[in-house]
């Protein structure tokens, strides 16, 4: 049993990658807090699922326009000091829309602008981050580091739906808010109290220090810099495109709020259950991650983890079909029960993908280029997502939330499969030998 459980390594080796973990791990349930609510309360304002994933566009274009830049700084600067600005000025955003609750302002546009300005703050403080955990823990922990954090993270998408889901139902979306702003002080704090984290070959203004770290000046060429590199290395290429395939055809987070009110019932306690689920998913990954964590073919691994997850939300999709749009008064059990099961499965094998697809990327890449690609990395991963869901609230506005999932699950592993087909170094990519 000890040798499937998650590997804690990591947090007994470091004390700089622990305090960084329970303080992200603190914050992240604020965030999700505000993610739910945020998604409920446009709905609230509009009954339109096609607004709430409008939502999505405002948070891929700063991230898009931010996310690359943010990897050039990351690569050039104090990774600790990025990470701090960048983490302050997440906070005042946040207080921002805490603001505009606690005033009644009942603004959509004025919550679009409030979520483009948080997506530009994370499209720099998320690279900062993630380059910083390299360099804390040596690499043959950094599975083991990405599987902690993932359970962090899914612990978070457990808790934070349902608290954010019964605030908003008990006293309103300004104290979910609140909550928020309170929670993501753990990780200033965490980020800190972290020593400089200057990347290799460069002094604390970004000077180069030898030909290893060629990072001149954080702007558009070192961007492009970035991307030429990337556009030579296939085995990271092909972890950023299937996760695209997967995030952009098949996220069903937009179809949540629809879910509860029109087919499954229960309102904003069903959107909470159905996000949770999710998370659950995710958490029971992680924590029997133990034995995943020790695999070398990360490659296969990923590919049949986003076949599952393609499938998983196409039976959720499925579901929604199956009971119709009948807008229940009360919750619909055994098809919450059978939407919760699909969504948890998916949950799981989204984190089992994650994991591996962040370490390939983590060890795979040297340090001078780290930052940029993690900046890439957040486009996708962050952006895929938001991209995600203004397509599938679209397809839904066609034909309906539940052919909308079934459709994008089924076309997200037909496209999986093509890029195995096109990119066969990447089945083979073994983590004993990683090459980028």
Request: hydrophobic letters at 55%; charged letters at 10%; glycine letters at 12%.
């Amino acid at each position: 049993m000890r040798q499937l459980l998650a590997d804690t390594t990591p947090l007994r080796v470091s004390s700089d990658f622990r305090r960084l973990w329970f303080g992200l791990s603190i914050s992240n349930v604020g965030t999700q807090v505000t993610i739910v609510a945020v998604g409920l309360q446009i709905y609230a304002l509009t009954g339109s699922t096609l607004a709430v994933g409008v939502l999505g566009l405002f948070s891929l274009v700063p991230l898009v326009a931010l996310g690359l830049y943010g990897g050039a700084l990351v690569d050039r600067y104090d990774r600790r000091k990025v990470s701090l600005l960048s983490s302050a000025v997440l906070w005042v955003v946040v207080a921002g829309i805490a603001a505009q609750a606690w005033l009644e302002l009942e603004s959509v546009y004025l919550l679009y602008g409030l979520v483009a300005l948080q997506s530009a703050a994370f499209a720099i403080n998320n690279p900062a981050r993630s380059a910083i955990v390299p360099r804390l823990l040596p690499k043959e922990l950094m599975p083991a580091a990405n599987a902690l954090s993932t359970l962090s993270m899914n612990i978070a998408l457990t808790g934070g739906p349902l608290i954010g889901a019964v605030l908003v139902a008990q006293l309103g979306y300004a104290w979910a808010y609140t909550l928020d702003m309170v929670l993501f002080l753990a990780a200033l704090w965490a980020v800190f109290r972290l020593p400089p984290v200057l990347p290799e070959g460069t002094t604390a203004g970004g000077a180069t220090l030898n030909g290893r770290g060629r990072v001149g000046a954080a702007g558009l060429r070192s961007v492009l810099d970035g991307l030429r590199y990337l556009a030579t290395q296939p085995n990271v290429r092909t972890t950023f495109l299937v996760d695209i395939c997967a995030m952009v055809l098949a996220f069903p987070r937009v179809l949540w709020p629809a879910a509860g009110v029109i087919y499954l019932g229960g309102g904003e306690t069903t959107t909470g259950v159905l996000a949770a689920a999710f998370a659950i998913g995710g958490i029971l990954a992680s924590v029997f991650s133990g034995g995943l964590t020790r695999m070398h073919k990360q490659g296969q691994v990923i590919i049949w983890a986003i076949t599952a997850w393609g499938l998983s939300i196409a039976a959720f999709g499925l579901v929604l079909v199956l009971v119709g749009r009948g807008s229940p008064d009360s919750a619909i059990v055994w098809a919450v029960v059978a939407a919760g099961i699909a969504l948890a499965f998916a949950g799981g094998t989204d984190s089992i993908s994650s994991v591996f697809r962040q370490s390939i990327l983590q060890t795979a890449t040297p340090d001078h280029m780290r930052g940029r690609l993690q900046g890439v990395f957040i486009v996708v991963v962050a952006g895929g997502p938001r991209l995600g869901e203004m397509v599938l609230g679209t397809e839904a506005t066609w034909f309906g939330e539940g052919w909308a999932a079934v459709a994008g699950g089924l076309t997200c592993v037909a496209l999986l499969w093509v890029i195995v087909r096109l990119t066969p170094r990447f089945w083979r990519y073994d983590a004993r030998h990683p090459e980028p």
